[in-house]
């Protein structure tokens, strides 16, 4: 998960820089690392968005525990995400993604949750 917009980087633009357009650059959608979302030399809370990308749902984990014990303080939350990061297991479980619940995909589940 990632900050989504119906632009490439912004209205204006990304700057033409080694964030932005990475000598290599890993398999993703679109032609650019921006496609679709913030540009990579965005500075957001935690650093650089080419740096912190995989911590957005991390951070969105930390953001909803946090809210979830303000408003719930005497009760524990349930909060699942699908874009976790080492750490995340503190605030959040670890869901593995689209399944029908067959038992295929129950197997499945045990050696995946063990890899996430």
């Not at 740096?51 to 009760?75: C, E, N, W």
Request: charged share 15%; glycine share 12%.
């Amino acid at each position: 998960n990632e900050p989504k917009s119906f632009v490439n980087g912004s209205a204006s633009g990304c700057s033409h820089n080694r964030w932005n357009n990475p000598a290599y650059k890993p398999g993703t959608k679109g032609s650019q690392m921006y496609y679709k979302t913030l540009c990579m030399d965005t500075v957001q809370y935690w650093g650089r968005r080419y740096d912190v990308h995989s911590l957005y749902g991390h951070s969105m984990a930390i953001a909803t525990h946090q809210a979830m014990r303000r408003v719930f303080p005497a009760k524990r939350g349930v909060i699942i995400t699908r874009s976790s990061f080492p750490g995340t297991g503190q605030y959040a479980g670890h869901w593995l993604g689209d399944n029908k619940a067959a038992w295929e995909d129950m197997a499945w589940s045990i050696p995946g949750n063990h890899n996430g």
